[in-house]
């Protein structure tokens, strides 16, 4: 079974940055295609951004393009999120998420991914 387990989020200062990771246990992270989402209190669940279980494709929402960046590191099997410049509204609970796929595969923002982590909370004020 597959586990996933989010790490890195915290409190920061608008125009800061923090690096969030998500460890696979239970599998080879090669085999999936890797996502983030987050979730504010009282919205929808949003897609932030996807990538290709190798690593060379990505997209992101548009409302953290420029800003975010989606790795993975297959030999740690371990997937990150490097956000900078944060802004208020990316204040949310944010989860890394699974879904198995062959080589090159990639996975949109509003796919229903398989495996999912438990979250870690990311906090911008002024």
């Known amino acids: 079974q597959v586990k996933l387990t989010e790490s890195g989020g915290g409190s920061e200062q608008v125009g800061g940055s923090l690096r969030l990771s998500c460890a696979v246990s239970?599998?080879?992270?090669?085999?999936?295609?890797m996502a983030w989402f987050r979730q504010a209190p009282g919205k929808e669940r949003q897609g932030v951004a996807t990538?290709?279980?190798?690593?060379?494709?990505?997209d992101y929402a548009d409302s953290v393009k420029g800003r975010f960046t989606i790795s993975r590191d297959n030999d740690k099997d371990t997937l990150y999120l490097q956000m900078a410049s944060l802004k208020p509204e990316d204040t949310a609970m944010y989860y890394c998420?699974?879904?198995?796929?062959?080589?090159?595969?990639?996975?949109?923002?509003?796919?229903?991914?398989?495996?999912w982590g438990q979250g870690t909370q990311v906090t911008v004020s002024s």
């Open positions: 239970g599998s080879t992270i090669s085999n999936y295609c």
């Open positions: 990538i290709s279980s190798g690593g060379t494709y990505t």
């Open positions: 998420a699974a879904e198995p796929c062959g080589p090159s595969g990639i996975r949109g923002l509003s796919y229903d991914f398989t495996y």
